[in-house]
């Protein structure tokens, strides 16, 4: 079955620092990939997606590229600010949108000024 | 369109009583899904409805939990008798399937429950 990996946290960088957090998957065939993202007190909401092999995902300044190849969607950031603190998941989704989203197990991520 | 509805947004409650959480899904959407969320197992699917239908319990702890969706824009979770080791956030999640590859789940604001 399908199946995401997610670097454990908590993970703690100061402001302006260079961000990565590791996501590879198991998965048959051509899922989507998804990065959602908590902040405190709130619901999971979507940061960023990719739906085929080398698209890019961006938003917020915050990059995932889809390879297939390494099965991996790591997050990325050039410089993160106090207000990305919180908590990331990666996810994957079917072929076609037919099944549930599987999900990582989330890294906790805080930024100090 | 409002968002994915949940209530109530926090609920505190005496061991063995009945909780009912409630959700109300984005207008359209036709699979809805239902998590646990804790400090120690993280992120759990506990149900998910596809058509009103239910498609996938194995998430479900035990049979103190309950779940249905009677109609498209309405679904509850039933926790009866409640224990404290159910204390958690639990959220509702919304999308359309098969949506195609761009079927991202929708997140409602989650209902913390507290059981003493």
């Known amino acids: 079955g399908n199946s995401v990996t997610q670097m454990e946290g908590p993970v703690t960088l100061s402001e302006e620092a260079f961000l990565t957090i590791n996501c590879t998957y198991t998965?048959?065939?051509?899922?989507?990939l998804f990065w959602y993202v908590q902040y405190p007190g709130e619901g999971l909401q979507l940061l960023l997606k990719?739906?085929?092999?080398?698209d890019k995902g961006s938003n917020k300044g915050f990059e995932a590229t889809y390879r297939k190849e390494t099965t991996s969607f790591h997050l990325e950031k050039g410089s993160v600010q106090v207000s990305d603190s919180a908590v990331y998941f990666c996810?994957?989704?079917?072929?076609?949108?037919?099944?549930?989203?599987?999900f990582g197990t989330g890294t906790r991520l805080t930024i100090i000024p | 369109d409002a968002g994915v509805i949940q209530s109530p947004r926090h609920e505190v409650t005496e061991m063995g009583q009945e909780v009912t959480l409630r959700c109300k899904p984005i207008?359209?959407?036709?699979?809805l899904f239902w998590y646990r969320q804790t400090m120690m197992r993280g992120l759990e699917l506990l149900i998910y409805?596809?058509?009103?239908?239910?498609?996938?319990d194995s998430g479900m702890p035990e049979d103190r939990f309950s779940a249905k969706m009677p109609n498209a824009s309405f679904s509850t979770l039933k926790i009866q008798p409640s224990e404290p080791r159910d204390s958690a956030v639990y959220f509702c999640?919304?999308?359309?399937?098969?949506?195609?590859?761009?079927?991202?789940?929708?997140f409602g604001q989650g209902t913390r429950l507290t059981v003493v």
């Open positions: 998965a048959t065939g051509y899922p989507s």
């Open positions: 999640a919304s999308n359309y399937m098969p949506g195609g590859p761009n079927t991202e789940a929708f």
């Open positions: 996810a994957l989704g079917g072929n076609f949108g037919n099944e549930k989203l599987t």
């Open positions: 207008s359209g959407h036709n699979s």
């Open positions: 409805f596809n058509n009103n239908v239910p498609i996938d």
């Open positions: 990719a739906t085929k092999a080398d």
